[in-house]
């Protein structure tokens, strides 16, 4: 489906018409080397796509504010050699064109043209990150300005974090941005359906890896949002296992953290398993429990309600789990007071999700509170219990780890649970699991 461009030029407008009289700047991400002449996919930096739309790297786009309001693109000229090697490139006056700019230049003059075009602005909003090569190219722009001080130049007298007033409009989505969450969450849940019928014991994590991306990509999500988390046995206790290089064996459990990127947005998905399509009794305990915590936290998301909502749900619920299966001693509020529990959960149940997987957007208000949730908002609900070898502990529970995480959009009366066709019922999952070999 071709992307409709008046999206990006309505952002820039809107973005625009906060900044007043400034002009913001913004830098896309550079090719990144794998090794000697061999690149890693690019992928567009996700501020820079939010508002241009532009596929090249290294492009660079000035918006300047005031009542002339104007977009500028600076971007590779045309090349033809190049582009007999590396494919397509717009070059400065089809970019302006498609992408709706209203002036485009050749990146190569962009230190002649820049300091001039930004001199009339008191203010320069730009993405303030460790990335000196940005910082470096604003400075020498303003720097210049200065030296032409006694021909009349004017410049910027102040770098502002563009992210503040970026990280608002990602974080409260569009219809049409959901529209995209909610394929690229159907196609993962897809994925994972698929992993657990394929699973069985004796085979290599890398090999559900492998059945993950071919569901993502005949689906039309070429990349994967993260590197996939397959975790057979004790491996799930490592939070961001990523090797995914282990023979599962039959007994253990599968966690599976995967999800798809789609037209730049990503899903976020982990559900847990038996390898051999059976939960031992103890397994089913634990799923039970995380499966009541992380439907507790769901029921939390809604309008209004503050961020760490579904956080502090779960976190009763498995507080309440952990004392009866004798795996924390003490009661409820003690074992919350001292955080005792962070032994088995600890990390916390939700981060936003939107074109990056822990995607932009405030936590906290000005007074310091969790943030309030708003409609349209999208975040992971996914609590977890991992436990580690402990002589403490009775051994039936060594190396298990279970999470359960869903992708959820808030609405005004709750939540609309985007990952919904993933399987996380015991019966449904028993059901699935294995079922190409039979
Ligand atoms: N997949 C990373 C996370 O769940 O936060
Ligand atoms: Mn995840
Ligand atoms: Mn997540």
Redesign the pocket.
């Known amino acids: 489906m071709k992307t409709d461009m008046s999206i990006f030029y309505k952002r820039r407008k809107e973005l625009l018409d906060v900044i007043g009289n400034s002009v913001a700047i913004l830098f896309n991400s550079i090719e990144v080397f794998r090794n000697r002449d061999s690149h890693y996919k690019f992928r567009s930096d996700s501020y820079f796509h939010y508002l241009a739309g532009f596929p090249e790297p290294g492009t660079v786009i000035l918006l300047l504010g005031g009542k002339e309001q104007k977009s500028i693109i600076f971007c590779q000229a045309k090349d033809k050699d190049k582009e007999i090697w590396n494919g397509h490139i717009f070059g400065p006056d089809q970019a302006a064109k498609e992408f709706l700019f209203d002036e485009a230049y050749d990146i190569s003059q962009i230190s002649d043209i820049a300091p001039k075009l930004i001199a009339k602005f008191p203010k320069i909003f730009s993405i303030i990150d460790n990335n000196l090569c940005h910082q470096n190219m604003i400075h020498s722009w303003i720097d210049s300005n200065k030296k032409l001080k006694r021909s009349g130049y004017k410049s910027p007298e102040m770098i502002i974090d563009l992210a503040r007033f970026m990280d608002r409009m990602r974080c409260v989505k569009t219809d049409s941005e959901i529209k995209i969450m909610q394929h690229a969450a159907d196609i993962s849940s897809k994925a994972h359906i698929r992993a657990m019928q394929f699973t069985k014991p004796n085979l290599f994590e890398y090999q559900v890896e492998a059945e993950l991306l071919h569901e993502f990509m005949q689906n039309g999500a070429v990349e994967p949002a993260?590197l996939s988390?397959v975790a057979s046995g004790s491996n799930a206790c490592t939070l961001?296992y990523i090797n995914n290089d282990t023979k599962m064996k039959d007994g253990d459990l599968l966690l599976i953290?995967a999800?798809c990127e789609l037209d730049s947005y990503a899903s976020?998905i982990?559900r847990t398993f038996p390898v051999n399509g059976k939960f031992s009794p103890i397994q089913k305990d634990l799923y039970e429990l995380v499966l009541a915590s992380q439907k507790a936290a769901i029921l939390k998301v809604k309008a209004g309600n503050r961020f760490m909502d579904p956080h502090e749900a779960a976190l009763d619920v498995l507080i309440d789990g952990f004392i009866q299966l004798g795996l924390c001693k003490g009661n409820h509020d003690e074992i919350k007071e001292t955080e005792s529990y962070k032994q088995f959960f600890m990390h916390r149940t939700s981060?936003w999700l939107g074109m990056d997987?822990?995607d932009v957007g405030d936590y906290v208000d000005e007074e310091g509170k969790p943030i309030r949730l708003e409609k349209n908002n999208v975040l992971?609900i996914?609590p977890g219990c991992y436990i580690q070898k402990n002589e403490n502990i009775p051994k039936e529970f060594w190396g298990i780890g279970i999470r359960i995480?869903d992708d959820v959009c808030v609405s005004e009366l709750g939540c609309e649970v985007l990952s919904r066709l993933a399987p996380k019922e015991i019966k449904e999952i028993e059901d699935l699991v294995g079922a190409f070999n039979e």
């Open positions: 993260y988390i961001h953290d999800g976020d982990t981060h997987v822990h992971t996914e995480e």
